[in-house]
């Protein structure tokens, strides 16, 4: 291997007061361009950057990543407000990039999803697919030589802006079949080439359009990459065929994929917490560096140390006073030492914090690693391999981001899907047994306790909730649940801390049992492949039936899938 990379942004968002925070990119909106403030704060994102790159690179990183292409590339047709905003970015990144090669080695990389437009750009070149390509290529043409630091872009071609992103420069999925994003590689390629830079692209998609499948379907795969033979182009892929869950086994693309390959790790779990409490991912990073043993041309690693997700957890990895970030440095380091020093997980904790803090830290981490398997999922519905349409069904259904949903819509699919549920509440019941020894190992082993206590309380509900799933009704459970969100806001008062959303919601689901099951039938299916169904009705039809009732009954989907991410609606495009 000889890339490893992490994500550079954590110091744009100090300061960045946004209740839920879209973590996905840098906030360009909220970084200032003009009046006194300007200076003083990009200084301050200097001076916080310097740290990040000398920490990382002390660590064993080589490469850095920033957004994006959209905010630094210049084109004639951009509104002269937008010009005059992306003229200040470029001199301040020229100076961000200076000091990053000034004081380090680390290579940078620039992030681009596929493809960014203005209002004025659209009006001007229209949606074309050849003239939006050669504009994309102006665009990176520009960049790559008026930034000099830069060593590569990476390329998402499979999600683009969140719905709640105002900026008038925004990203769209431009590239809609494998033929599209092959004939864009091919026109691109060259333009790295001829610079020695590097091409990297991101296999991962959000299941929109007939690419939306990229990250698991072979023949997308396969037809994305055709021909496509330069010392300068990487494929990059996340550990599983879905996003960053636990349960997923290795993607088997990176036994397919002839290409060099990275492997895309998180170290802060957006769905466990991000950094909150111990998720501790060393044990599955060691199973996949074991397993991708038998990988051919396996390039380097990315680790995702702060990007991912909408929630307002705010801890900056590398960046934070008192330990706070601790648990997300325990993985970005642990993952690092796996796959570049070849490292088991004892060796690399042991070398993390000190053999006198390693046996009790090793104690708490496994623990930790039984309550989210056991409790955070519920693993019988985990372990299930679930697609609709172009996208493998997450394994974690009820925590979403920020958000526990305890609800009886959930308590319904829950119970369709998970077969032995008494096994599924004595796992989790054995599981919360854990956390009075968990917060006695914090103290030993000197990690933040607190953050122990406070996932104990989450994990108290989640708990609750699991009950609430699997037994019958029970009135006295629903007061508990009543009575343990109230204790739980009063404990961690929002002034004080980052918490979750508990949504309670014991209304009457509507839809009856067999109902749910034929329409799982249906729309579901257990294997990669499409069913004729699929073919008939699940890709063709549906599509339009949604986008139909989408606009005709908008406030009747509920409102985190209208207004995080990209919508609901992309999955049906």
Same mark, same amino acid.
């Given at each position: +291997?000889?890339?490893?990379?992490?994500?550079?942004?954590?110091?744009?968002?100090?300061?960045?007061?946004?209740?839920?925070?879209?973590?996905?990119?840098?906030?360009?909106?909220?970084?200032?361009?003009?009046?006194?403030?300007?200076?003083?704060?990009?200084?301050?994102?200097?001076?916080? %950057?310097?740290?990040?790159?000398? $920490?990382?690179?002390?660590?064993?990183?080589?490469?850095?990543?920033?957004?994006?292409?959209?905010?630094?590339?210049?084109?004639?047709?951009?509104?002269?407000? *937008?010009?005059?905003?992306?003229?200040?970015?470029?001199?301040?990144?020229?100076?961000?990039?200076?000091?990053?090669?000034?004081?380090?080695?680390?290579?940078?990389?620039?992030?681009?999803?596929?493809?960014?437009?203005?209002?004025?750009?659209?009006?001007?070149?229209?949606?074309?697919?050849?003239?939006?390509?050669?504009?994309?290529?102006?665009?990176?043409?520009?960049?790559?030589?008026?930034?000099?630091?830069?060593?590569?872009?990476?390329?998402?071609?499979?999600?683009?802006?969140?719905?709640?992103?105002?900026?008038?420069?925004?990203?769209?999925?431009?590239?809609?079949?494998?033929?599209?994003?092959?004939?864009?590689?091919?026109?691109?390629?060259?333009?790295? $080439?001829?610079?020695?830079?590097?091409?990297?692209?991101?296999?991962?998609?959000?299941?929109?359009?007939?690419?939306?499948?990229?990250?698991?379907?072979?023949?997308?795969?396969?037809?994305?990459?055709?021909?496509?033979?330069?010392?300068?182009?990487?494929?990059? +892929?996340?550990?599983?065929?879905?996003?960053?869950?636990?349960?997923?086994?290795?993607?088997?693309?990176?036994?397919?994929?002839?290409?060099?390959?990275?492997?895309?790790?998180?170290?802060?779990?957006?769905?466990?917490?991000?950094?909150?409490?111990?998720?501790?991912?060393?044990?599955?990073?060691?199973?996949?560096?074991?397993?991708?043993?038998?990988?051919?041309?396996?390039?380097?690693?990315?680790?995702?140390?702060?990007?991912?997700?909408?929630?307002?957890?705010?801890?900056?990895?590398?960046?934070?006073?008192?330990?706070?970030? *601790?648990?997300?440095?325990?993985?970005?380091?642990?993952?690092?030492?796996?796959?570049?020093?070849?490292?088991?997980?004892?060796?690399?904790?042991?070398?993390?914090?000190?053999?006198?803090?390693?046996?009790?830290?090793?104690?708490?981490?496994?623990?930790?690693?039984?309550?989210?398997?056991?409790?955070?999922?519920?693993?019988?519905?985990?372990?299930?391999?679930?697609?609709?349409?172009?996208?493998?069904?997450?394994?974690?259904?009820?925590?979403?981001?920020?958000?526990?949903?305890?609800?009886?819509?959930?308590?319904?699919?829950?119970?369709?899907?998970? !077969?032995?549920?008494?096994?599924?509440?004595?796992?989790?019941?054995?599981?919360?047994? %854990?956390?009075?020894?968990?917060? $006695? /190992?914090?103290?030993?082993?000197?990690?933040? &306790?607190?953050?122990?206590?406070?996932?104990?309380?989450?994990?108290?509900?989640?708990?609750?909730?699991?009950?609430?799933?699997? %037994?019958?009704?029970?009135?006295? /459970?629903?007061?508990?649940?009543?009575?343990?969100?109230?204790?739980? !806001?009063?404990?961690?008062?929002?002034?004080?801390? &980052?918490?979750?959303?508990?949504?309670?919601?014991?209304?009457?689901?509507?839809?009856?049992?067999?109902?749910?099951?034929?329409?799982?039938?249906?729309?579901?299916?257990?294997?990669?492949?499409?069913?004729?169904?699929?073919?008939?009705?699940?890709?063709?039809? /549906?599509?339009?039936?949604?986008?139909?009732?989408?606009?005709?009954?908008?406030?009747?989907?509920?409102?985190? +899938?209208?207004?995080?991410? +990209?919508?609901? $609606?992309?999955?049906?495009?």
């Amino acid at each position: +291997m000889e890339w490893f990379i992490i994500d550079g942004i954590g110091p744009f968002f100090r300061g960045y007061e946004k209740k839920r925070v879209n973590w996905s990119k840098i906030p360009f909106n909220a970084l200032p361009t003009d009046g006194p403030e300007r200076r003083a704060h990009w200084d301050r994102i200097a001076d916080d %950057l310097s740290v990040f790159c000398r $920490e990382v690179e002390a660590a064993g990183f080589n490469t850095i990543t920033f957004d994006d292409l959209a905010h630094l590339a210049t084109h004639p047709a951009h509104e002269p407000e *937008v010009a005059a905003k992306i003229e200040v970015y470029r001199q301040e990144f020229t100076r961000l990039f200076d000091r990053v090669k000034r004081e380090s080695k680390l290579r940078i990389l620039l992030t681009s999803d596929v493809i960014p437009t203005t209002p004025a750009v659209v009006a001007e070149l229209g949606t074309k697919p050849a003239e939006l390509d050669a504009y994309y290529r102006c665009l990176i043409r520009g960049v790559l030589d008026d930034f000099p630091q830069l060593d590569g872009l990476i390329l998402r071609i499979g999600e683009s802006d969140g719905v709640d992103v105002k900026d008038p420069i925004r990203t769209h999925l431009h590239l809609k079949t494998p033929a599209d994003a092959n004939r864009l590689l091919h026109q691109l390629l060259p333009e790295f $080439e001829k610079r020695n830079k590097t091409l990297i692209l991101r296999t991962w998609t959000v299941g929109a359009h007939r690419i939306g499948d990229l990250i698991w379907h072979r023949r997308t795969l396969a037809t994305t990459l055709k021909d496509i033979d330069s010392p300068n182009f990487i494929v990059s +892929m996340k550990h599983g065929e879905s996003d960053f869950f636990r349960y997923l086994p290795l993607n088997q693309a990176f036994f397919t994929v002839k290409q060099p390959k990275i492997l895309e790790l998180q170290a802060r779990k957006e769905y466990e917490g991000a950094g909150e409490y111990p998720s501790f991912t060393g044990w599955d990073h060691e199973r996949f560096a074991h397993e991708l043993g038998a990988a051919e041309n396996v390039a380097g690693l990315s680790v995702w140390c702060q990007t991912g997700g909408w929630h307002r957890f705010r801890r900056l990895a590398f960046l934070e006073p008192n330990d706070r970030d *601790v648990w997300i440095r325990l993985n970005t380091l642990c993952a690092l030492r796996i796959f570049k020093d070849h490292q088991t997980v004892e060796q690399a904790i042991a070398g993390i914090l000190g053999e006198d803090r390693a046996i009790a830290a090793l104690e708490l981490l496994r623990h930790a690693e039984t309550v989210i398997r056991d409790l955070l999922y519920v693993g019988d519905f985990a372990a299930q391999k679930l697609f609709f349409r172009r996208v493998r069904i997450p394994p974690l259904l009820h925590v979403y981001w920020d958000s526990l949903f305890i609800n009886n819509a959930v308590r319904e699919i829950l119970r369709h899907f998970v !077969k032995d549920t008494g096994q599924a509440l004595r796992t989790g019941e054995a599981a919360f047994t %854990l956390f009075p020894r968990m917060i $006695e /190992l914090a103290e030993q082993a000197r990690l933040p &306790a607190d953050d122990l206590e406070h996932m104990r309380d989450f994990f108290h509900l989640i708990l609750l909730a699991r009950r609430f799933y699997f %037994l019958p009704p029970d009135e006295e /459970l629903t007061a508990d649940l009543r009575a343990a969100k109230k204790a739980y !806001k009063q404990r961690w008062p929002k002034s004080i801390r &980052a918490r979750y959303r508990i949504k309670l919601d014991f209304g009457e689901f509507h839809t009856k049992r067999r109902t749910l099951g034929l329409a799982s039938a249906l729309l579901l299916r257990k294997q990669r492949g499409y069913r004729i169904i699929d073919h008939l009705f699940t890709l063709n039809v /549906l599509g339009p039936l949604f986008r139909w009732f989408h606009r005709h009954r908008p406030n009747s989907i509920p409102k985190f +899938m209208r207004k995080s991410a +990209m919508g609901v $609606e992309s999955l049906f495009r």
